[in-house]
């Protein structure tokens, strides 16, 4: 999924997604296939990351940060929730599209994202139409990869006003 | 089994949109402006954007503190430890927004089977609909969670 397009923003270096945000310059209307948004790195990926968002959901599947408990349980070591990889996601496109334009979000977990996994982000263009009143609606496919070359998270979302 | 399954009524509780939670969500997402501006020019700090992913942790408002699998469970239904996770869809009729409390409805929405080399799979789909004061639907969240043969 490499970013082509002339629809793409410029890349995003590490930092925040206030950065992405205020680079998100475009209308969805001026979004083609192939357009794509620009690649957001994330991590490497801390036990502090998982115990924060345990504590904002409140799951505390030890899973996710009792490690000698998963390595019992036939696993190398803890791994993140899925709900973090995709809650990430989700965080991105609202920084890249804007906060109230992502319409749908559909995520299939497709391998654990380990402690020290850096991800990388990514998202582009399958479709766009009319949808609703009038307003111009954009399909992406999406896909979380990480360092280590894997899929993590694949996926599809939509943008654009709702209607 | 499948008759006991849909005996497990809908469970419909009051989810409110707490402007914290909406912060604490998008900081512990690695999002460092939880408040960037909305489309509809609002962008002012008091009223914050729900994180999308923030819909699939309403349970923890409900009655017994269970997202819909974990009542079949319960019940002994469903085994946790033959369980996995499978999709998750969202669709957002509309944003959420801090402040606003939502009605939310949990329920089993379909079951079906898939024969596979391994045995059979058994596929659970849960329904989440959020809707606002007036009724109007705001949110559907589709959760899939797979249960492997024995």
């Known amino acids: ?163 | 089994m499948d008759k006991e399954l849909w005996n497990v009524p809908p469970v419909t509780f009051s989810f409110p949109v707490e402007w914290g939670k909406c912060r604490e969500f998008a900081l512990a997402l690695l999002d460092e402006d939880p408040g960037r501006p909305q489309a509809d020019g609002g962008s002012s700090p008091s009223v914050l954007p729900m994180p999308p992913i923030m819909a699939t942790c309403a349970f923890r408002y409900s009655p017994d503190n269970m997202p819909p699998s974990a009542r079949l469970v319960e019940r002994g239904l469903v085994d946790r430890a033959r369980m996995l996770q499978g999709g998750l869809e969202f669709e957002f009729h509309r944003p959420m927004r801090s402040g606003e409390t939502l009605t939310v409805t949990d329920r089993l929405d379909r079951v079906h089977d898939k024969q596979t080399s391994k045995g059979t799979l058994r596929f659970l789909e849960f329904e989440t609909l959020f809707r606002s004061a007036d009724g109007e639907l705001v949110c559907t969240v589709r959760t899939t969670n797979i249960e492997r043969g024995s």
């Not at chain 1, 410029?10 to 209308?27: C, D, I, K, Q, W």
């Not at chain 1, 948004?37 to 994330?42: C, F, G, N, T, Y």
């Not at chain 1, 995520?107 to 009038?134: H, I, K, M, N, Q």
Request: hydrophobic share 45%; glycine share 12%.
């Open chain 1, 1 to 163: 999924m490499a970013s082509s397009s002339a629809q793409s923003v410029p890349p995003t270096s590490n930092a925040g997604l206030r950065e992405l945000s205020e680079l998100a310059v475009f209308r969805i209307e001026d979004l083609t296939v192939g357009s794509v948004m620009p690649d957001r790195r994330v991590g490497p990926i801390t036990q502090e990351h998982l115990i924060r968002f345990a504590g904002a959901g409140g799951d505390f599947n030890r899973f996710h940060y009792d490690a000698e408990f998963v390595r019992s349980r036939g696993f190398k070591g803890v791994f993140a929730q899925g709900l973090f990889t995709a809650g990430i996601l989700g965080q991105v496109l609202s920084a890249w599209a804007g906060s109230d334009m992502l319409r749908k979000l559909k995520v299939r977990f497709a391998e654990p994202v380990w402690l020290g996994d850096e991800l990388v982000y990514s998202a582009v263009v399958t479709r766009t139409y009319t949808a609703g009143a009038g307003q111009t609606w954009a399909d992406m496919d999406c896909v979380v990869t990480s360092d280590a070359g894997r899929q993590v998270l694949t996926g599809s979302a939509s943008i654009g006003a709702a209607g």
